[in-house]
């Protein structure tokens, strides 16, 4: 667990939850300090505030997402909801309002990483969907001959898509079955926008995740002949 954060009192209380938990905390008081610790170690989890000093969050997310698909949760003094849809759109997978108390804190915490580990399978095969083939088991994805990058977040909604063809999720639904309990169920809008925006050949008339209206949306594998 990276926890990006440059108040000592927040780090000192949310490292003693996460620990309590099992976590094992890093420390990071800037983004720069964030993206050397990505680099030279396993990160499980990133847990990040927005109002870093001398660089946005947001920022720090941006680069973090160049060169990682790692979960991320901001946690953050700012719940507006439009900074919540910047920090999905950016690619975090929750967005914490400070207001919550440390224990949510790692109850979000781990429902993320709940719902970002791909399920281990002995043998998975490669799903291949005319111009998409998803590996599960590796957690990749190929569009067009080109391998796309996707966040867990992304990769987890994706993955339950493909694992049930044709059937409808509401949105409830899906916010239940990849958020948990906590967070914005808006966010479900937002992940399925960046998804159809990386794996459909028009996005604006999507073919493979498809909007049933009234009830939600549903994944149409195409016929093979």
């Known amino acids: 667990m990276l926890l990006v954060e440059d108040e000592p009192e927040i780090v000192g209380l949310m490292r ?10 890093q420390a990071a008081a800037s983004g720069s300090a964030a993206v050397a610790a990505l680099g030279r170690s396993r990160v499980d989890c990133v847990l990040l505030d927005v109002m870093l000093e001398g660089e946005s969050g947001f920022d720090v997310c941006r680069r973090l997402r160049e060169r990682s698909g790692v979960p991320i949760l901001f946690l953050s003094a700012r719940g507006e909801d439009s900074d919540k849809i ?3 759109r950016l690619g975090a997978d929750d967005y914490v309002v400070k207001s919550a108390t440390p224990t949510e804190v790692v109850e979000r915490v781990k429902a993320v990483l ?3 580990r791909p399920a281990r399978s ?10 998409l083939e998803v590996d599960l088991a590796a957690h990749e994805a190929i569009v067009d001959g080109r391998p796309v990058r996707f966040t867990a977040k992304e ?3 994706l ?10 999720f509401s949105r409830d639904h899906l916010f239940e079955l990849i958020w948990g309990d906590f967070g914005d169920r808006s966010a479900v809008g937002v992940y399925i926008r960046k998804l159809r925006a990386k794996i ?4 604006r008339h999507p073919e493979l995740i498809v909007t049933v209206w009234g009830v939600g949306y549903r994944f149409d594998p195409p016929q093979v002949a």
């Open 200 to 203: 459909e050949a028009d996005p």
């Open 114 to 116: 709940r719902r970002t």
């Open 159 to 168: 993955g339950l898509f493909i694992e049930h063809p044709r059937q409808v």
């Open 86 to 88: 910047r920090g999905l």
């Open 16 to 25: 003693d939850f996460l620990e309590a938990e099992g976590f094992e905390v």
């Open 122 to 131: 002995e043998e998975q095969p490669i799903h291949r969907f005319g111009r």
């Open 155 to 157: 990769f987890a909604i």
